[in-house]
């Protein structure tokens, strides 16, 4: 069976261990590829969205969610202290 010639440089199981102890990531990827992927997976827009959704919240929304929890536990603790 023919077998291509990978591009990844292989490497002896006791080299990954001392680069994996070191920090140093096993395979190098370019930085052009590296922003080809996070373009093309869409996770940069995804944060992005995500980030504007928790910058959503109003002061309002925060007290309304606060008293939600407020009036069940603090029902709770009086309960329990009874």
């Not at 373009?39 to 504007?52: F, P």
């Not at 910058?55 to 407020?70: K, M, P, Q, R, Y």
């Given at each position: 069976?023919?077998h ?68 069940p ?10």
């Amino acid at each position: 069976m023919f077998h291509a010639k990978s591009e990844v440089p292989e490497a002896s199981p006791s080299n990954l261990a001392s680069r994996v102890a070191s920090g140093k990531p096993l395979i190098e990827i370019p930085e052009e590829e590296t922003w080809r992927l996070i373009q093309q997976t869409g996770i940069l827009e995804a944060a992005k969205n995500q980030k504007e959704v928790e910058e959503g919240v109003s002061l309002g929304d925060e007290i309304f969610n606060a008293v939600l929890l407020i009036i069940p536990f603090s029902s709770l603790l009086l309960l329990i202290e009874m």
